[in-house]
């Protein structure tokens, strides 16, 4: 935990809601974070995911509450 807590200080976990045609942000994302939950949905993908702080930049139009 002490080694997963130091790499992952500015990061937090959010809840994003891709558009299907957004796949290569959730390949993206699969690439280069954790990913917690997938769910499809019809409005897209529900992805609970940790994200960096540049990630979160990158990721911040689909950001849900």
Same mark, same amino acid.
């Given at each position: 935990? /002490? $080694? ?8 937090? %976990? ?6 299907? +045609?957004?796949? /290569? $942000? ?8 954790? %990913? ?6 019809? +409005? ?22």
């Amino acid at each position: 935990q /002490a $080694i997963s807590a130091h790499i992952y200080k500015d990061s937090r %976990i959010f809840k994003l809601m891709l558009p299907f +045609d957004k796949g /290569a $942000i959730y390949e993206k994302l699969k690439l280069e974070t954790t %990913i917690l939950e997938t769910t499809y949905t019809a +409005d897209g993908m529900f992805v609970r995911t940790v994200l960096t702080p540049y990630l979160y930049n990158f990721c911040k139009p689909y950001i849900i509450r």
